[in-house]
Nanobody
Framework: EVQLVESGGGLVQAGGSLRLSCLLS????????IGWFRQAPGKGREGVSC????????WYADSVRGRLTISSDSAKNTVYLQMNTLKPEDTAVYYC????????WGQGTQVTVSS
């Protein structure tokens, strides 16, 4: 059974940093696309970043490029999202997803950035 569990969210001041983790189980991550979406209050779900673990190819939304970094650790079956220089507009629930035949989603972790 594929499962995704996010952690690392919290409350941070603008300009601060957080690192989100997505622990995956039920498959090994070394040949799939895994990434992060977010959903702010009253808005739709937005793609943030993803990584193709087989070759390390990454993608970032324009709104986060240069501030967020996605990485993976195959030994820990975990994908990370390092978030630096956070802005109030980054406030959202962040969801990890994995494309393994179909999309699987985690339960989400709240990130709140105060001004």
């Amino acid at each position: 059974e594929v499962q995704l569990v996010e952690s690392g969210g919290g409350l941070v001041q603008a300009g601060g940093s957080l690192r989100l983790s997505c622990l995956l189980s039920g498959f090994t991550i070394d040949r799939y696309t895994i990434g992060w979406f977010r959903q702010a209050p009253g808005k739709g779900r937005e793609g943030v970043s993803c990584i193709t673990t087989s070759d390390g190819t990454t993608w970032y939304a324009d709104s986060v490029r240069g501030r967020l970094t996605i990485s993976s650790d195959s030994a820990k079956n975990t994908v990370y999202l390092q978030m630096n220089t956070l802005k109030p507009e980054d406030t959202a629930v962040y969801y990890c997803y994995a494309l393994v035949g179909r999309n699987y989603w985690g339960q989400g972790t709240q990130v709140t950035v105060s001004s």
